[in-house]
């Protein structure tokens, strides 16, 4: 057992690296078909993003806007068209150099904040605009309660979608209210019905621990009530308290003891979810092993091998050698002004906001979203896509790491994979991997 004092267990959330904190303006605002001209495009991933919700939540610091009024959605829609017309002509299409989409997603905000006709739009312009055969891959949307009406829920299954993924939280009413989230569990009920009878294939909920009042015995009524569903996965998430949120400015959370609160509930959560036959696929994602891998969402991370498309002004894109995306916000009125920017905009063609991505940026990019899965991360395939090993790029950070107790001993000679404390610690062991340049460019981003 190590005695090293370890970090403080949740840092950040990290779902992609370099984060958008670290993105700035492009001053030579690349074009698009320069960028993708040399990129592989057999096995690209679409995302499609909508930055739209009823409410806002107080944990929440994605680009979202609450309502979309004066035909907003139809704007934000035609907007999409035109980028994702010039998008796809910008990837180009010839030869075996064809483009293919290997995954889907809409995310948001709440996708189905759109209605059903609007979700029809929406998967016209990825079929018909981008060429993503939406039926013939796994396509994951995202959902709430207030908004998993049947209507749109008929349009999802009818166009392909595999899974859905609905954000619950709690099923505990006064635990909801203080993550300023208005909801009633009758509500949640009420809408997992829906979605079961949709028949979509994987059903994920999603539950936060860590919400002021929470207690082990009102978290394990929760896991047991989104149980009673049988969904095919769970994402168990931190309760973070970011700037410019509705807790943030309430000045909730930030001390030891809620760590120390969040980590407890963490283990017994993992420990629950494990004893019913759940597999564990990283620190936030748990799913039944029964669930066939083509339907099956991804796993908690944006693939390590670049070639993603995102459509949307809260969307990214990735190059090997650049991440890019519109401009970003969490004060609601800087989310606004982007928003109505983003709608009027015609040329969709360049590049705005972004990072270049050197070869030591791509080591640590692969090298942390491989080990935050639990399957962890094989040298060989390491080596063969950068000709050195792990241990040679970061052999200090490893070194910790395994000073830690972080890193699992017992894992067959060859995979780099965590421990279960490891994986506890990931909201830790993520940070420590960023670059000196990337943090920087992440603690003078101006907050808006």
Known sequence: MSTTLAPRPYESYVYAYPHKTAYRPLEDRPALRGLWAAERKDALSLYLHIPFCEVRCGFCNLFTRIGAPDELTTRYLDALDRQATAVRDALGDSGTDSVRFAAAAFGGGTPTYLDADELDRLCDIAEKRMGADLRAVPLSVETSPATATADRLAVLAERGATRLSIGVQSFVDAEAKAAVRPQR????????????????????????????????????????????????????????????????????????????????????????????????????????????????????????????????????????????????????????????????????????????????????????????????????????????????????????????????????????????????????????????????????????
């Open 185 to 448: 569990r009758a509500e949640v009920e009420a809408a997992l019905g829906r979605v079961r009878d949709a028949r979509i294939p994987v059903l994920n909920i999603d539950l936060i621990y860590g919400i002021d009042g929470q207690t082990e015995a009102s978290w394990r009524h929760s896991l047991d009530a989104a149980l009673a569903w049988r969904p095919e996965e769970l994402y168990l998430y931190p309760l973070y308290v970011r700037p410019l949120t509705g807790l943030g400015r309430l000045g909730a959370g930030g001390d030891s003891a809620w760590d120390g609160q969040r980590l407890r509930l963490y283990r017994q959560g993992r420990d629950h979810l494990l004893a019913r036959g759940y597999e564990q696929r990283s620190m936030r994602m748990f799913r039944r092993p029964d669930i066939p891998f083509q339907d099956a969402g991804a796993d908690d991370y944006a693939c390590q091998t670049d070639g993603m498309i995102g459509l949307g002004c809260g969307a990214r894109s990735y190059t090997s050698a650049l991440h890019y995306s519109f401009d970003y916000a969490v004060d609601m009125r800087e989310i606004r002004a982007i928003i109505d920017t983003y709608t009027a905009t015609e040329d969709f063609s360049r590049a705005e906001v972004g990072r270049r991505i050197d070869g030591d940026e791509a080591r640590r990019r692969h090298l942390l979203q491989s080990l935050l899965q639990a399957g962890g991360m094989t040298e060989a395939g390491y080596r063969e896509r950068f000709g050195s090993g792990p241990g040679e790029d970061f052999p200090a950070e490893l070194a910790r790491f395994a000073a830690l107790g972080w890193l699992d001993e017992s894992a067959p000679t060859g995979l780099l994979r965590l421990s279960p404390e490891g994986l506890a610690y990931s909201d830790a062991l993520g940070p420590a991997l960023f670059s000196p340049a990337v943090r920087a460019s992440m603690a003078a981003y101006e907050r808006k």
